[in-house]
Each structure stands twice: as structure tokens, then as C-alpha cells.
């Protein structure tokens, strides 16, 4: 009974905080999109429904912890996904991960099963669990999500239910009709989303084609086509007319089309005042593409370098694509004998050609000023890191400072080439150079201090005092020269104050270090001495090489630390000293005359021959 009023009692306040709490509107989520990519980096690439069914059981937990949607604590607590507690676009993911996890079991199931009847049961089961979730999908979508959402959900729900139906094998006429209402809602988001969305569009109506070709082929099989359990949207489906909500829902995003072409997808480019015309119609779309990805950028803050990275790479592949697309034109172009009409076009396609290398290398530079800034937010400690991340070095901004000031120098050299020979060219020329060099002065300063942040760690306290000096003076340069009021100059204030700052906690760091390090000396000069360990009142050690012969401890105190092999230096022993022998009375001495002894006698040589025969024959 406990249990059972304090349920009652949370369910109440959940309600009363639902109550006061205004309703979500127009809330966006990429359903075709998320779909898509979970699908695609989890298992369902190589066909494993059970790896893609566990996922999404871990997403949804995941999901049910961050929107704190739990069911209850220990005990399960079915709780309905209420409009009034949607706050935002992970809510409605709720509902969207459970009928994709109900839709992978079954298709597990519908490869395990076979011939089994129970398993066949059982996945029949689980599809009408997943077109529930689909439902629930679509009815908090069309009350608070906006109308692209909306659309999504419906072909989403509709190619649920075709499944659904065709796996029944019961009523194909309605099977049909879901398959046609979520090909006709993929049609409409391929005309009015992006080149991405329409890609994935395109490739969802090729997987409808083999289904409607079955549902069609086995209604008119079937001994009946009873169409009184269509709904009216079933029945103008299968008839190829337009239902009500169909046409509302392409109203609201035809105007949403209008409006994103109009603002999204420019005729032109803007380079620094100048307009640049941009008539290829792939080119134009990839420019809107990398538009639509750069307008998903936070603050470093609050948005992970992952994820910025991400947006950033899908942008400028966008740029390439349309680079790609110029150049294409241009081949076609030269091969076309034109004359002047052909040469113009092909300087204009150069001169867009041109125009997007160098939005391509300054979107490039804000890419690598956004990783600048993380990391700074990182080793600042605005930031924390996750679990596993890498910590954020000082090195690895020196590394990112070069590169900017690499991407410097090759702007200051493509960018006056945009508009050579055209109207303006000197100003844009000086201009461009003028802001590439304050861009590369004040990135020297900041490199100067990272390099500094360096010498500091590894103790080095006089170098890094100097570079913090050398970051203030490109700093102060910086400063002269940029408008007072500039984001430069702002920029310049803070990096000279900083380095001030930190080169005075170097230099006193330094001092510090420095005294510390002469007390160390003070200290051990006033330790030596010239008696031994034993005299001097310490404990005397005992060293292993003296009890080789015996079993004793060598340890003289507490801590491994303590044990002794040999003394190092080896002890000074006396030894004996052979004497000194001093001949001194070898000069007074008087030998005796032995000459008679040394004296050789004379003999002839023919006796010599004759006793050397003799020794010969002995």
C-alpha cells in the first residue's frame, strides 16, 4: 500500500509539473537521417540484427537516463510518453529507438525461424510492437514537432505498417497502401530537403519498390480486394490521389522549401564585399550544403571537438564537391568551340572556381581556430574531459598555432588572386594582406606563450620568462596597428595582459626555485663530515659482503630502502708496504780481475777444419 501511494503521489506532481510546464513546438529531428547512420555503424551493414537490437537497448537506456524518463527505481513502472513532458528532440528519440529495437528482433527472428510456427508468431508480435512505437512517433510529432519532422515520421510509421501488414499476409490492400503513402512522403522530402536528404530518400524508395511489387502482385492473386478497412489516407494513397494531411504537410513544406532556397542556397558568392556569380546548379547545391552544416556550429564551450570536426569535414567536402563540379564544367567547356561566348563562360567558372579555393581555406582556418579554442577551454579547465580523453597539452597548441599561421601565409598569396583584373582588385589586395599579417603577428604572440606554457612545465623558468616577453611585444605590434575597436585588437589586450601576468609568476616561480635550490646546498655542505657513520652518532651499517659466511640481516631500519650490498665508495683499508732497499755501497767495492778467464785462444785454421769433421762424424 506504501508503494502504491507514492507512485500515486509522483505520478500526481509529474502531472502537476506537466500541467504548468508550456508545450514544445517546433521541434526538428532527422528521423530518415539517425536511422540511417545507427543502422549503418552497428551491425545491419553486414546483416547482424541481434548487435543492432542490443544498441539500440543501450541507447534507449542511455536516453531514458539523460531525459530522466526512468520507470521507476528497482521495481518496472510503465510511464506514457506525454506532449507535456516532451522538452526537446531527445523525448521523441524515445519512441523512434524502441520500434526500431522491436523491428530488428523481429527480423532476427525472421531469420531464425524457418519453418517454426512460434518463432513466426513471435516476430508478428514483435512488428506490431514496433508499428505502436511508430504510431506514438507520429502523434507527438504532428503536435510538436515542425512539418518536415512531421512527414518524416509518417513515411517512417507507414513503412512500419507495410511490413507489418505484408508479413500478416492477410489484408494486402492496406499493405499496399502503407507502402504508397510512405513512398509518396519520401518523394516530397526528396524535392524539399537537402542533397543528404534526398539521398537517403532515394535509396529508401528502392527498398519500397520489391514490396510493392509484391503487395501488388498478391492482391490481385487474392480471392477478395476488400477495401473497407482502409482508413481515407489508405484509400487516396491507393487510389494515387492526395489525402488531406498529405496536402497540408506539402504546403507547410513547400513554404519551408521556399524559404531555405531563398536563404540557403545563394546564385552567388560573397567574398568580402564583392558578389562572385555562381551559376552551376551542383556547385550551388554543395555551397548550401556546407551552409546548412556550418549553421549546426556552437560555442567550443558547449559543443564537443568531435563533433565540431565532424561538421567541419562534412562542410568542406561540401566546398570540394563544388570545386569538383567547376572544374567538371570547365572541361566541358574547353572541349565546346564557343568563341567569345565560350571564353567568357570559362573565365567566370575560373573566377567562381577561384572565389570558393579561398572560402574553402578560411572556413579551413575557422576549423582550426575552433580546435584552438576547445583546447585552450580544455587546459583553462572550462572543459572537462571525458572519460578516456586525452588531457590537452601545451604542445598540441603550439602545433595548431602553426598550422594557422601555414594557412596564413597561403591565403595572403591566393587570396589578391580572386580578383585579378577586375574592379577593386588594389583594395581587396592590400586588405587581404593587411588582416593575413595581424592574423600571423598576433598567432606569433600566442605561440610565444604556448611555447612559454612549455619551458615552464619542464622547469625552465628564464627561458619561459623571455618568450612570455616576446608574446607581449607581437602583441603590443599587433596592437598599433589594428583599429582600436577590432575583435584583433581585443584579442591583442588579452594576450599582452596575460603574458605580462605570467611572465611575472615565471620570474618569481624562478626566484623561488633558485633559492630553494641554494638552501638544498647550504644544507648539504653543512652535512658533510669527516668522521664515520658510527662516530658521527648514525647507526652503523652492515653490508652483505661482510657476512657472506653467515645468515644476517642487512637492514639497519624501517623501508627496503635501508639495505646495504657494499659500502660505494669501498673503504679506504691499510695495507703493508714492501721495503726500500737503498745500494749505496756497490761503489766500494773492489772486484776481482777475470780477464784471464774471458781470454780466447788463437788456434790455426786447418786444426779447425779437422775438429769440425770430428764433431761432424760424433
Not at 20 to 41: H, P, R, W
Not at 477 to 494: F, G, L
Amino acid at each position: 500500500s506504501g508503494n502504491v501511494f507514492r507512485t500515486a503521489m509522483a505520478e500526481t506532481e509529474m502531472a502537476d509539473a506537466a500541467t504548468k510546464q508550456e508545450l514544445a513546438s517546433n521541434l526538428t529531428l532527422d528521423i530518415l537521417q539517425i536511422v540511417k547512420i545507427s543502422q549503418g555503424q552497428h551491425g545491419l551493414r553486414h546483416g547482424d540484427h541481434t548487435r543492432y537490437r542490443q544498441y539500440c537497448t543501450r541507447r534507449l537506456a542511455r536516453m531514458y537516463k539523460a531525459t530522466n524518463f526512468s520507470h521507476g527505481k528497482g521495481r518496472f513502472q510503465k510511464k506514457t510518453l506525454l506532449p507535456e513532458v516532451v522538452a526537446d528532440a531527445n523525448h521523441l528519440m524515445i519512441p523512434l529507438i524502441n520500434a526500431e529495437r522491436a523491428w530488428s528482433y523481429a527480423m532476427e527472428l525472421k531469420t531464425d525461424a524457418g519453418n517454426d510456427p512460434r518463432k513466426r508468431s513471435h516476430m508478428i508480435r514483435r512488428l506490431r510492437k514496433a508499428t505502436v512505437h511508430a504510431s506514438e512517433l507520429v502523434a507527438l510529432c504532428k503536435q510538436l514537432g515542425s512539418a518536415r519532422t512531421a512527414l518524416e515520421a509518417e513515411a517512417y510509421s507507414s513503412f512500419m505498417f507495410g511490413n507489418f501488414l505484408a508479413e500478416q499476409e492477410r489484408d494486402w490492400s492496406r499493405a499496399l497502401a502503407k507502402f504508397m503513402r510512405a513512398r509518396k512522403a519520401f518523394e516530397q522530402l526528396a524535392r524539399v530537403g537537402g542533397s543528404e536528404q534526398a539521398d537517403v530518400c532515394r535509396e529508401r524508395i528502392e527498398e519500397l519498390e520489391p514490396n510493392l511489387r509484391y503487395c501488388t502482385y498478391k492482391r490481385g492473386n487474392s480471392t477478395g480486394g476488400d477495401e473497407s478497412s482502409l482508413d481515407a489516407e489508405d484509400l487516396a494513397a491507393l487510389k494515387g490521389e492526395s489525402g488531406a494531411d498529405d496536402e497540408k504537410l506539402k504546403g507547410m513544406l513547400s513554404e519551408d522549401g521556399e524559404k531555405t532556397s531563398s536563404s540557403v542556397a545563394p546564385t552567388s558568392l560573397m567574398w568580402r564585399g564583392h558578389e562572385i556569380p555562381l551559376r552551376n546548379k551542383d556547385s550551388r547545391a554543395c555551397v548550401a550544403t556546407a551552409a546548412n552544416q556550418l549553421a549546426k556550429l556552437e560555442s567550443p564551450l558547449t559543443m564537443s571537438a568531435d563533433r565540431g570536426l565532424a561538421i567541419y569535414d562534412k562542410a568542406l567536402m561540401a566546398y570540394n564537391d563544388a570545386k569538383q563540379h567547376l572544374r567538371d564544367e570547365i572541361t566541358a567547356a574547353s572541349s565546346v568551340q564557343g568563341g567569345l561566348e565560350s571564353t567568357t563562360r570559362i573565365m567566370e567558372i575560373k573566377l567562381s572556381d577561384r572565389a570558393l579555393s579561398v572560402l574553402l581555406l578560411e572556413k579551413t582556418i575557422e576549423r582550426n581556430k575552433f580546435l584552438v579554442a576547445s583546447a585552450t577551454a580544455k587546459l583553462a579547465g572550462d572543459i572537462k574531459l571525458e572519460k578516456g580523453e586525452k588531457a590537452t597539452r601545451p604542445e598540441d597548441l603550439v602545433h595548431l598555432y602553426n598550422t594557422l599561421l601555414r594557412n596564413y601565409e597561403e591565403l595572403a598569396e591566393s587570396g589578391p588572386e580572386v580578383l585579378r583584373g577586375l574592379d577593386g582588385e588594389d583594395k581587396v589586395e592590400e586588405s587581404v594582406r593587411m588582416d593575413c599579417m595581424l592574423e600571423q603577428m598576433l598567432l606569433q604572440g600566442q605561440r610565444a606563450a604556448s611555447l612559454a606554457a612549455v619551458h615552464l612545465g619542464a622547469g625552465s623558468h628564464a627561458e619561459a620568462a623571455v618568450l612570455y616577453a616576446r608574446a607581449a611585444e607581437h602583441a603590443a605590434k599587433v596592437q598599433d596597428r589594428a583599429p582600436k575597436s577590432s575583435h584583433m585588437a581585443a584579442a591583442a589586450q588579452k594576450v599582452q595582459d596575460d603574458s605580462r601576468k605570467a611572465r611575472c609568476i615565471a620570474l618569481a616561480d624562478g626566484t623561488i626555485a633558485h633559492v630553494a635550490q641554494q638552501k638544498g646546498l647550504r644544507l648539504g655542505l653543512n652535512s658533510v663530515s669527516l668522521q664515520d657513520g658510527a662516530s658521527a652518532g648514525g647507526m652503523e651499517a652492515r653490508y652483505l659482503l661482510d657476512h657472506l659466511d653467515e645468515y644476517k640481516s642487512a637492514v639497519s631500519g624501517k623501508g627496503a630502502n635501508k639495505v646495504h650490498m657494499m659500502p660505494m665508495p669501498p673503504k679506504m683499508i691499510p695495507i703493508a708496504v714492501n721495503p726500500i732497499i737503498l745500494d749505496v755501497a756497490g761503489d766500494e767495492i773492489v772486484y776481482p780481475d777475470l780477464e784471464e778467464r774471458t781470454a780466447v785462444k788463437k788456434t790455426s785454421t786447418l786444426r779447425n777444419l779437422f775438429s769440425f769433421a770430428k764433431r761432424r762424424e760424433t
